[in-house]
C-alpha cells in the first residue's frame, strides 16, 4: 500500500449499491458476460461496428461464449470513433436519443457521444456511487466548479450529486471570486475541480485574504487532468480538506468510470459497467498482472453508442490486492498521462508528470507551472517555468537563485535533462478553465 500522509480511512465504508460494490469475483464476471453479451447486441445494431465485428467472426452475442472471447473483438481507437462521425456509432434512430456530449478535443477533433434515457439513468448512478462512496451524503452542499456544456464532468456529476440528494449548486469553472461568494452563502461541503483549478482557488483564497474558517469545505472531487500524488496532498493541506481522485472519459460517458473511495488508495473501476485491459502499447498483447501499460475499457453500461475495447492511451496498472474498504472491483492506480503527452527532449522520452512529481513535492514552489520546449539550433530546450510559494520574495535574489538551482538539480536528477529554471510570482502563469495546458511545445511539428 502506498503510504500517503492523508487521513486514514475510516472503519466504516459507506456503499451506494452494497450488494453490486461488494460482489464476489466469479459473480462479477458473470454478470460481466452477461452485459458484454447485451453491449455486443446494441454494437452490431451500429454501422461502424456491423461491419468491423463480422470480419472478426462474431456475428451476433451468440459468438461470445466466455469473458476469453473479449479478446477477439478488434480495438477501437479514437481515429475509429472521429471517422464514424457523426451517426456511424449509433444504435438506435435519432430520434431515441435524449443527449448528446462530447469530449474536450485535448488532443485532436472532439469525438461525439449519444445517450438514450436508460443510459443517462445509468451513468447517474455510476456517479452517484462514486460520490456516496466518499462518504457524502444529502446533507451536503455540493458546488460543481467544472465546465458545464458539452464536456461530461459538468451534467455528469451535476445529475450525480441530485440522485444522492446534496444540494447541488451548478457554479460551472472560473471567476473564482464569486465560487468563494456561493461557498459562504451556501455553505458548500463538497466541490468538483480539475485540481489545477483547486490550486488556483487557493492561491487566489490567501491573495484575497479570504479566511479558511468562512467556509465550511470538507472534500473535492478533482479529476479531468493529470496530476500527482503531491499535488493532491498540497490540495488537502493547504485547505484542510479530502481530495478524491476521479477519472473518466466521455467515450466511455464521462466521470463515473473509476473513482477513488475513502481509503484513498487508488481509484475503483466499476467493473459491472466496465471491463478494463491494461495492454503494451506497442504489441498490444496485455502486460503482466500490475505492470504500466495502456487502458483499454468496454462499456458494458451504454445502449445509444456502444464502444469496445476502446484504447483510452491513459496509462496506469491495477493494483493486485484488495481494498480495504471492501469494495471487490480492481483498483487502478493513479493515471500518469497518456502515451501520447510524451515528451522526446534531445531522444529522452519524458512525461510531464515526471516534471510535476519534482515541482509539487517543494514547499517553497507556488501553485502553477508551465513547461516549455522549443528549438534552439539543432537542440531541444526544456525550460521549467514555476510560480514561487508566498514565502519567497521577488526581489531577495539568494534565496530566488538557491531555489532556481534546487529545481534544476531535482528534475535533472529525476529525467537526465538539465532544463532552464524560471521563476514567477504567484499569479503571472496562464490558468485554464478547463483542463491545464501544461507543456507549451513549439518545436515544428515534423521533429
Ligand atoms: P479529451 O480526450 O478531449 O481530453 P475528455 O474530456 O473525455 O476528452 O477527457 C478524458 C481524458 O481526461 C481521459 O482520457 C484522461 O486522459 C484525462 N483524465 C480524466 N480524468 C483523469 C484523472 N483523474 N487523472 C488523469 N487523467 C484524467
Ligand atoms: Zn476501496
Redesign the pocket.
Known amino acids: 500500500m502506498t503510504p500517503t500522509s492523508l487521513t486514514p480511512p475510516p472503519d466504516y465504508f459507506q456503499y451506494w449499491n452494497p450488494e453490486i460494490e461488494t460482489m464476489s469475483r466469479p459473480e462479477l464476471e458473470a454478470l460481466q458476460l452477461e452485459k458484454l453479451k447485451i453491449a455486443v447486441t446494441w454494437a452490431l445494431r451500429t454501422p461502424f461496428y456491423r461491419e468491423r465485428l463480422p470480419k472478426a467472426g462474431i456475428n451476433s452475442a451468440e459468438d461470445i461464449k466466455t469473458l476469453a472471447d473479449l479478446k477477439r473483438i478488434p480495438f477501437t481507437a479514437k481515429h475509429d470513433l472521429r471517422e464514424a462521425f457523426p451517426y456511424g456509432l449509433l444504435s438506435v434512430p435519432k430520434e431515441e436519443v435524449i443527449r448528446l456530449h462530447a ?5 485532436g477533433t ?1 469525438t461525439t457521444i449519444y445517450f438514450n434515457r436508460e443510459d443517462i439513468k445509468k451513468w447517474t448512478g455510476y456517479v452517484a456511487r462514486c460520490i456516496y462512496g466518499t462518504g457524502c451524503n444529502k446533507a451536503d452542499v455540493f458546488q460543481n466548479m467544472i465546465t458545464y456544456g458539452l ?2 464532468g459538468g451534467l455528469g456529476f451535476h445529475a450525480g450529486g441530485e440522485e444522492v440528494g446534496m444540494l447541488v449548486i451548478p457554479s460551472g469553472a472560473g471567476n473564482t471570486t464569486r465560487q468563494f461568494r456561493l461557498m459562504q452563502d451556501f455553505g458548500t461541503t463538497v466541490v468538483h475541480a480539475t485540481p489545477s483549478f483547486l490550486l488556483h482557488v487557493e492561491s487566489i483564497m490567501r491573495s484575497e485574504g479570504v479566511s479558511r474558517d468562512s467556509i465550511c469545505l470538507k472534500r473535492a472531487f478533482a ?4 496530476y500527482s500524488e503531491d499535488t493532491r496532498r498540497r490540495i488537502e493541506d493547504l485547505l484542510k480538506i479530502d481530495v478524491y ?7 466511455m460517458n464521462g466521470p463515473g468510470v473509476a473513482f477513488e473511495c475513502q481509503a484513498k488508495n487508488g481509484l475503483h473501476l466499476w467493473e459491472d459497467g466496465y471491463i478494463g485491459e491494461i495492454i503494451n502499447p506497442d504489441t498490444l498483447e496485455p502486460v503482466k498482472d500490475g505492470e504500466t501499460g495502456e487502458l483499454v475499457l468496454t462499456c458494458l453500461c451504454r445502449e445509444a453508442t456502444p464502444i469496445l475495447r476502446y484504447r ?1 492511451r ?1 496509462l496506469s496498472s491495477f493494483y493486485t490486492e484488495p481494498c480495504v474498504c471492501g469494495r471487490t472491483h480492481r483498483r487502478l492506480r493513479r ?1 500518469t498521462g ?1 502515451t501520447d503527452d510524451m515528451l522526446i527532449i534531445n531522444g529522452v522520452n519524458i512525461f510531464p508528470s515526471q516534471i510535476e512529481e519534482v515541482i509539487m513535492a517543494m514547499g517553497e514552489v507556488g501553485n502553477n507551472y508551465l513547461i516549455v520546449v522549443e528549438k534552439e539550433g539543432v537542440l531541444d530546450r526544456l525550460t521549467v517555468k514555476v510560480e514561487v510559494g508566498p514565502d519567497i520574495f521577488m526581489d531577495d535574489s539568494r534565496p530566488l537563485n538557491a531555489l532556481r538551482d534546487k529545481i534544476r538539480k531535482t528534475i535533472q536528477a529525476s529525467i537526465t535533462i538539465n532544463p532552464r529554471v524560471e521563476l514567477h510570482e504567484s499569479g503571472a502563469l496562464p490558468i485554464s478553465e478547463g ?1 491545464a495546458k501544461r507543456v507549451q511545445d513549439s518545436r515544428p511539428k515534423d521533429v
Do not use: H, Q, V, W
Open positions: 469530449s474536450s478535443g485535448t488532443t472532439p464536456f461530461t479529476g479531468a487532468e493529470p481522485n476521479s477519472y473518466g472519459l466521455s467515450e483510452t491513459d493515471i497518456r483542463k
